[in-house]
């Protein structure tokens, strides 16, 4: 079927109108409910406790013990399951089982806290495209609607761009080594004579990177999560006025 000029003119411009209804109606939604505040005051609101959030992530995390031994949370980045499994077992093998173990943990974790130093620029350039229906629902979602949202929009150029950073990181502090050492010790103790095998198959484990990288993240967005938690729970202890105007309009209930 050929569509004319006209019809599509038409067709357009029916588009333009429904589309500024929708905007109209969400504008009126949110001065209603966020005491009257504008729609750009609120949006910006709401992106600067998302970077607030987001550099109190990647600062909380990049420091020393950031991962391994986080004074707020505990966001260690573990073994791999396949291998916690049987990690008692992995311990006991002679003379470099303990030894393996915990530097490979260590390692993980140190280059997950070097990483973390490259997260706050790559959140914060991501707080870019939000709409004003986001900001509508981030304002009036739960604890953590803010995250969330960071959490569904930029993962996945996140990991594009964080997993480099974590691998170039895992390997300058060995811990690639450390577990390719780990694999080769549990393949040599599967070949001992008259021991019991440890249940892992080796060739089935994740690539270190992709493991700790989305380790690496779910620990960062763990802390965006308190951070926003906070903000929430009493924003007139934040210096950015603009976040007290639009969360605290919340907490008053107008």
């Known amino acids: 079927m050929r569509i004319n000029v006209r019809t599509t003119l038409l067709l357009l411009g029916l588009a333009a109108t429904m589309a500024c209804d929708t905007l109209n109606q969400v504008l009126n939604d949110m001065n209603t409910g966020a005491g009257g505040l504008t729609t750009s005051q609120i949006t910006a609101g709401l992106k600067e406790a998302l970077k607030t959030g987001a550099r109190f992530a990647g600062s909380n995390a990049s420091q020393q013990n950031g991962y391994l031994n986080n004074p707020i949370t505990d966001i260690r980045i573990?073994?791999?399951?396949?291998?916690?499994?049987?990690?008692?077992?992995?311990?006991k093998i002679p003379l470099v089982g303990d030894k393996v173990v915990n530097e490979f943990v260590e390692a993980m974790n140190r280059g997950a806290e070097q990483a973390a130093?490259?997260?706050?620029?790559?959140?914060?350039?991501?707080?870019?495209?939000?709409?004003?229906?986001?900001?509508?629902?981030?304002?009036?979602g739960d604890s953590t609607a803010a995250t969330n949202y960071l959490k569904r929009t930029t993962t996945a150029n996140l990991e594009q761009a964080f997993r480099p950073v974590i691998k170039k990181a895992l390997d300058q502090v060995k811990a690639t080594r450390y577990?390719?050492?780990?694999?080769?010790?549990?393949?040599?103790?599967?070949?001992?004579?008259?021991?019991?095998?440890?249940?892992?198959?080796?060739?089935?484990?994740?690539?270190?990177?992709?493991?700790?990288?989305?380790?690496?993240?779910?620990g960062l967005f763990t802390l965006v999560s308190i951070e926003e938690k906070k903000i929430r729970r009493d924003p007139y202890s934040y210096s950015q006025s603009i976040i007290r105007q639009v969360f605290g309009s919340q907490k008053s209930g107008l």
């Open 78 to 91: 573990l073994m791999p399951p396949e291998l916690r499994k049987v990690e008692r077992n992995i311990r």
């Open 179 to 218: 577990y390719d050492g780990l694999k080769d010790a549990i393949s040599t103790y599967n070949r001992t004579p008259l021991v019991s095998d440890i249940n892992v198959n080796v060739r089935e484990l994740p690539e270190l990177e992709d493991y700790a990288t989305d380790k690496a993240l779910e």
């Open 117 to 140: 130093k490259e997260a706050a620029p790559i959140f914060v350039k991501a707080i870019t495209s939000m709409t004003i229906s986001d900001a509508a629902n981030i304002l009036r």
